[in-house]
């Protein structure tokens, strides 16, 4: 007797459904985006916005619920994280081992506020709707993820505190830099940007061979006492 062979999915086939999705979702996101920042002067950062510009590439309000659950913020989110890849492309022209780290942050910095004012209008009312009170930890958040990839760009590779301080600190300075190139120009940032990275070296360096940890073994080696009655 001849076994009939069984029909089974192709290796392979679930894992390319998911890729096709994710694919088709990435397109969506990125056609609604470009939609959206050829209407945001006139429409300003809103969830008006994200509608208009769906419907500008034919996709339902479904399509939109899918895409956009956050509305305004997920398009926010979508518009610095384009930002922050258009700069990691423009910063392969500089290969970052080429320079001191100054010059890498400085280059690093540049390179995504330039990003930024290439999209001018709509960078401007989408910072204006980052500033709003109710969408403040999301503008925080997002330039986290901006100093951690210039951070990451320049050779970074720390894993303990100075990971989170390092990128705290840019970020705070990614933040008001940002503002100024988008509303007082590159010149006005460039100063900016030049003052702040001296007070992040002048920081590098007070860290050198300060001991951040002790603080914590103090209190876990006093609880331990505590608990086991260690003699002191």
């Not at 009939?4 to 990125?30: F, I, N, V, Y």
């Not at 590779?157 to 007082?184: V, W």
């Not at 990275?197 to 505590?226: C, H, Q, S």
């Amino acid at each position: 007797m001849t076994e009939t062979p069984h029909q089974t999915e192709p290796l392979g086939a679930a894992s390319s459904g998911k890729e096709q999705s994710s694919d088709w979702a990435e397109r969506t996101e990125q056609a609604v985006l470009s939609a959206a920042i050829s209407r945001a002067e006139r429409l300003g950062w809103n969830n008006n916005l994200v509608r208009l510009a769906c419907e500008a590439e034919g996709f339902s309000l479904g399509d939109q619920e899918l895409l956009f659950p956050h509305g305004a913020r997920d398009l926010a989110a979508l518009l610095s994280r384009r930002h922050d890849a258009a700069a990691l492309k423009a910063l392969e022209a500089t290969p970052a081992h080429t320079l001191k780290i100054r010059e890498r942050i400085a280059a690093g910095v540049s390179a995504r506020l330039e990003a930024a004012a290439a999209d001018l209008d709509a960078s401007r009312k989408c910072a204006g709707f980052l500033a709003l009170p109710f969408n403040a930890d999301l503008g925080i958040g997002l330039m986290w993820e901006s100093a951690d990839k210039i951070w990451r760009w320049a050779g970074d590779t720390a894993t303990d505190q100075n990971h989170y301080s390092k990128r705290t600190i840019l970020g705070g300075i990614l933040a008001p830099a940002l503002t100024i190139r988008l509303f007082e120009g590159k010149d006005a940032a460039d100063r900016f940007v030049a003052k702040r990275i001296e007070n992040v070296m002048a920081f590098e360096k007070w860290k050198v061979g300060k001991d951040f940890d002790a603080p914590m073994r103090n209190i876990t080696d006093f609880l331990g006492r505590l608990r086991y009655g260690a003699k002191s």
